[in-house]
């Protein structure tokens, strides 16, 4: 490397970059689909309209339990160690707190998943600035000289460890886990969340429409919600005080690839390389930028440099791979420039991630993938200020009733296949039924319907894509902890022997849903206690294994489970419990230690947290 060569944009070549052409549709399909089914399973329209009723009566506890968060603090604790004023502020954010709309704009695993991001803890309010009534304001719990200061008074939500299994969320008050993670690489990630009110306080929802670049309307629409045309987008840079416009015109540069046109009309330049031709960054940075809304990154970078009196500001965008906006000086325009590797810098103010993504619900209705129906309803609202009042529901969909499904049946035609009573039927004699059975057993394969009918209640071969959908709508609800939608499809007829792509029964997804209401059914319909997944691991060892709740470990227990159980590595069920740190099953631990001592493997560690996934 010559002497004065920048080795941050060094070998860059920027024309490229510019001419790379981003294929929108690309876009589109890579996430979208995840996204899609996100927003119909993951927080389904029964759990917006309970939380809602529970938060409109007052009941902020009980909005949070609707919404499957678990409440990990006291107020009353909270005004003995921080002050009165933290605690009557925090109370009033409490008050106004809509947790199913937290729930709706958490981050998500994708990938093919429509989980949680897993390990994050995302800060929604720092009650400790300045002037906000924190605990230097003084008062009860502030202490005098010499006082132990109170740990750090911010108010957190805190996502399941694995990216696969339960969906429950804990909001808690107080440490950020800092040290933790300084301690330990693999503690949560902490996200600031507390410029993002509108994704949680009902006072602030409006505000959304400005987060994605709006102003009156959302970009690409009407106010009323009505998709603008090709002739009502701009065709030239808009004049000044046109927001939505404006976001508009960067968007269409970008996605035509012209990203040095796009930061030109921001007012940011993009750097030379070292001998002044453009440059070329890294494929991997492009790739993250085509999900960025560029209006709203340079915004809020500027308004965060101005704020914090700056000279650069980072956005990340994937980990470790970000973009620095530097202040213009003297002569020289303001200029962005990627920085791949490396731990943020300490000394640059970090743009909070929410301002770094494209609002995935406005990418689905341009793409026709919902309507405005289908959003949250206080998303409608904020997106839609102009939109009439909906004649039905708003809200994601419920469950659909199961149809019949036609099969191609080997030398018999097309044959239609359906659920009735909780069963898969299909329109072959019990002669006809026991002769294929009779080829499996001599190592022939079934076909037509009764492959259809064994890949269902085995969770091995294909399945017709609509039965697929079936099970896939099925699973889905249970995932996120839809025990109304699961409990509503079974009355519907569903047959409840289905197993999932790792042949799961749902008994093995009881952590996951209410099992008091769904264990008594799944047993009278003949489900086994003893049913092995693709691990050899047993109901019981999945209720162990993903963190399911000792009520549910006893409930399998009453029911008969066996407690003797191995994997298919010879891992026992007290191997699990100590893997996992089970302190609260030691009930169980100690009877096993009882009746069957030395089970399992000595020095067994579970080689991989994640026991659960979206295969249907």
Same mark, same amino acid.
């Given at each position: 490397m010559t002497a004065g060569t920048n080795p941050v944009t060094a070998g860059t070549n920027w024309a490229a970059f510019n001419t790379a052409g981003? @294929?929108?549709? +690309?876009?589109? *399909?890579?996430?979208?689909?995840?996204?899609?089914?996100?927003?119909?399973?993951?927080?389904?329209?029964?759990?917006?309209?309970?939380?809602?009723?529970?938060?409109?009566?007052?009941?902020? /506890?009980?909005?949070?339990?609707? +919404?499957?968060i678990d409440v990990a603090f006291d107020v009353h604790a909270v005004a003995r160690e921080h002050g009165a004023q933290v605690a009557e502020r925090l109370s009033t954010d409490l008050l106004h707190l809509a947790p199913?709309?937290?729930? %709706?704009?958490?981050?998500?695993?994708? @990938?093919?998943?429509?989980?949680?991001?897993?390990?994050?803890?995302?800060v929604l309010a720092d009650y400790d600035e300045p002037g906000e009534g924190g605990p230097g304001a003084g008062g009860p719990g502030a202490g005098g000289p010499g006082a132990a200061r109170p740990g750090p008074a911010v108010l957190q939500v805190l996502t399941p460890i694995g990216v696969d299994g339960h969906q429950r969320l804990v909001l808690r008050f107080g440490d950020t886990g800092a040290d933790?993670?300084?301690? @330990?690489?693999?503690?949560?990630? *902490?996200? #600031? %969340?507390?410029?993002?009110?509108?994704?949680?306080?009902? /006072?602030?929802?409006?505000?959304?429409?400005?987060?994605?670049?709006? #102003?009156?309307?959302? &970009?690409?629409?009407?106010?009323?919600?009505?998709?603008l045309t090709a002739a009502e987008l701009p065709s030239a840079a808009p004049g000044p005080g046109d927001a939505t416009a404006l976001t508009e015109w960067v968007a269409l540069l970008h996605q035509r690839g012209d990203l040095a046109a796009a930061f030109d009309v921001l007012g940011f330049d993009l750097p030379p390389s070292a001998d002044g031709t453009p440059a070329e960054p890294p494929h991997e940075l492009w790739g993250l930028l085509r999900k960025a809304n560029l209006a709203v990154v340079a915004r809020e970078a500027a308004r965060l440099a101005d704020l914090?009196?700056?000279?650069?500001?980072?956005?990340?965008?994937?980990?470790?791979?970000?973009?620095?906006?530097?202040?213009?000086?003297?002569? /020289?325009? &303001?200029?962005?420039?990627?920085?791949?590797?490396?731990?943020?810098? /300490? #000394?640059? &103010?970090?743009?909070?991630?929410?301002?770094?993504?494209?609002?995935? #619900?406005?990418?689905?209705?341009? +793409?026709?993938?919902?309507t405005p129906e289908r959003l949250h309803p206080l998303v409608r609202a904020a997106l839609f200020p102009g939109r009439p009042a909906a004649e039905g529901p708003v809200g994601p969909p419920g469950p659909e009733a199961p149809r019949s499904v036609r099969v191609r049946c080997q030398g018999r035609g097309w044959h239609e296949m359906r659920f009735r009573g909780g069963t898969l039927t299909m329109p072959h004699t019990d002669e006809e039924r026991e002769r294929e059975l009779a080829l499996l057993a001599f190592g022939g394969a079934l076909s037509g319907c009764f492959g259809a009918h064994r890949a269902w209640t085995s969770g091995r071969g294909r399945l017709p894509k609509a039965l697929l959908a079936q099970r896939r709508e099925l699973f889905q609800r249970a995932q996120h902890g839809d025990t109304a939608g699961v409990l509503w499809l079974l009355d519907a007829g569903v047959d409840p022997s289905v197993r999932n792509g790792r042949r799961q029964t749902l008994l093995h997804l009881l952590h996951l849903v209410d099992h008091e209401e769904l264990l008594p059914r799944l047993l009278k319909a003949g489900l086994g206690l003893e049913d092995l997944d693709h691990r050899a691991c047993t109901p019981l060892h999945s209720a162990v294994g993903s963190r399911g709740s000792p009520a549910l470990v006893r409930a399998l227990l009453a029911a008969g489970a066996r407690i003797d159980a191995v994997d298919d590595n010879g891992a026992s069920i007290n191997n699990m419990i100590h893997a996992f740190r089970r302190k609260d099953l030691d009930f169980l631990k100690e009877r096993i230690d009882r009746e069957h001592p030395g089970i399992g493997v000595e020095d067994w560690d579970y080689y991989d947290v994640d026991w659960e996934d979206d295969q249907e």
């Open positions: 981003t @294929n929108w549709a +690309a876009f589109v *399909t890579d996430e979208l689909s995840d996204w899609e089914r996100i927003r119909r399973y993951a927080v389904p329209r029964r759990m917006i309209e309970l939380a809602t009723a529970r938060r409109a009566a007052g009941d902020w /506890r009980g909005a949070c339990t609707a +919404a499957n199913d709309l937290l729930r %709706w704009h958490l981050p998500r695993a994708l @990938n093919g998943r429509t989980t949680l991001g897993p390990g994050l803890a995302l933790e993670q300084r301690a @330990n690489p693999d503690a949560r990630t *902490t996200l #600031d %969340w507390t410029s993002a009110r509108a994704r949680w306080d009902v /006072r602030r929802t409006g505000e959304l429409l400005a987060a994605c670049g709006g #102003d009156g309307r959302a &970009p690409f629409f009407q106010a009323d919600g009505t998709p914090k009196g700056a000279d650069s500001v980072q956005a990340t965008f994937a980990r470790r791979r970000r973009l620095i906006f530097e202040t213009g000086s003297g002569t /020289r325009r &303001p200029r962005v420039r990627p920085l791949s590797g490396g731990p943020p810098h /300490r #000394d640059w &103010p970090a743009l909070a991630d929410h301002h770094c993504a494209r609002l995935p #619900d406005l990418e689905l209705l341009r +793409a026709g993938r919902i």
